[in-house]
Structure formats: C-alpha cells, structure tokens
C-alpha cells in the first residue's frame, strides 16, 4: 500500500521554538508539497519541491522554509514558531507525468496538528 | 488566477438522503484539471475523480456522481442514499497544468443515522 507517512500527528510548541514536520513518500514520487489547512480557508500551498534539493515558494511561504535532501523525505521547518501557525500541515506528493503534471493525483499524508502557545 | 468556490460550509442529512456538494471554479485557462478529495476524520485527504477540461461528460461511480458544466463553470458532486461513512470534508480543486493545486475552503457533511 502506497504511502506518505508524516512522522507527527499531534505536536505542542511554545512560541519561538524550531519545529521540524518530516514527510516521507514510499512511491519514489518526483513532486512533493507541504499545505496547510485552516477552516473556512481550505488548503494552501506552503512550499514545495520538484526534485531532489530543488524547491518552490508556494502561495504563503513567509515564517516557513523546506528541505530536501532525499528523494523520498520532504521536511518543513518553522524557525520560530509563531502562534499564527498552529494550524493542520499536510504532506503530499505526486509523480511528475509525461503529458500534463497538473493532471496528476496528488497522495496526502494523514497531517500534522500543530499547536504553537 | 484560478478561484475554487465550495459555498456550503457545513451540509447535514439523515442516512439515505440525497446530497449535492456544490463547487464553481475559476480559471482563464482552456486548459485545466478538476478534483474532488475526501478527508475523514482520520484526516488524510482521498482522491475521488479528476476530470480535464475537454470531458464534460457526467461520471458516476456507485453512489458517488459528479456533474461537469463548462457553462457555469461547476463540478457538482452527489451522494445518493448517504451512509453516515460519507460524513467527512469534501474539497474541490483545479489545476491548470503546472505545481499549483487550488483548493477550495470545503463543505463538512455529516449524515446522520
């Protein structure tokens, strides 16, 4: 069964601590992107990674930043946590097609709840 | 810039009532892809359809039933007989080809027994 695995469901942190979420892809998937969800806002796109150290600023990337060092592990890191960023962080990932990417499905992580105080 | 709007929040029904989840997209694009994910309560958002934008027929699969018109720019989705496993967020999205999956904000839909 085809997976993306977020290391952490449920995480507390105090305001100014570095928090890193980890995802990890088992579908040697070339495209991976880290959401968040909020209510009433759905998902928006937080940064994502094309590739083996490439990445991409997506629509809300201020107070975030990614690594990708790995095929398969995507990180999110949170310099300093702030309490506006408590808020559900979803992984995904999806292959790169040949005839149109954006037609591709995307395979969502079962999130990481995060909570800033 | 492409828009997703969901415009019910929240939808509740009884078990075996029929509910339609409304989506209306914008894009300037001719060319885009349509979706709907579920995400249970157990969180993980599940792909349900894709549709492209040249393929305006209807789809039904089992319960589920989606409704493409270009002319209003929507992407209808209808559970017929709801089970109260259907009770989940509901998200529709576009993307026009590149890295960018729009998501619209989601209905919550609880069916109740």
């Known amino acids: 069964d085809v997976k993306v695995t977020q290391s952490s469901r449920y995480l507390v942190k105090r305001t100014g601590e570095k928090v890193f979420l980890e995802c990890v892809q088992d579908m040697d998937h070339e495209n991976m992107f880290w959401y968040r969800q909020d209510p009433g806002l759905g998902l928006r796109l937080i940064y994502f990674s094309y590739d083996v150290k490439m990445k991409e600023k997506g629509d809300i990337p201020e107070g975030y930043s990614v690594s990708r060092e790995k095929k398969e592990r995507f990180s999110l890191i949170l310099e300093s946590a702030s309490t506006n960023q408590t808020s559900m962080y979803l992984c995904?990932?999806?292959?790169?097609?040949?005839?149109?990417?954006?037609?591709?499905?995307?395979?969502f992580g079962a999130g990481s709840r995060l909570t800033v105080l | 810039a492409q828009k997703v709007t969901q415009a019910q929040t929240e939808i509740s029904v009884v078990e075996k009532e029929d509910v339609t989840l409304d989506c209306v997209y914008e894009t300037r694009d001719t060319t885009y892809y349509l979706f709907w994910y579920k995400q249970p309560p157990s969180g993980e958002l599940v792909f349900l359809i894709r549709r492209n934008s040249f393929d305006e027929q209807n789809e039904i699969s089992g319960r589920y039933s989606w409704n493409f018109q270009k002319s209003t720019s929507s992407f209808n989705f209808t559970i017929t007989a709801s089970q109260v496993v259907d009770s989940a967020v509901y998200f529709c999205?576009?993307?026009?080809?590149?890295?960018?999956?729009?998501f619209g904000a989601g209905t919550r839909l609880f069916v109740k027994a």
């Open positions: 995904a990932s999806r292959e790169t097609g040949t005839a149109s990417t954006g037609a591709n499905v995307l395979t």
């Open positions: 999205a576009t993307n026009t080809g590149g890295f960018k999956t729009i």
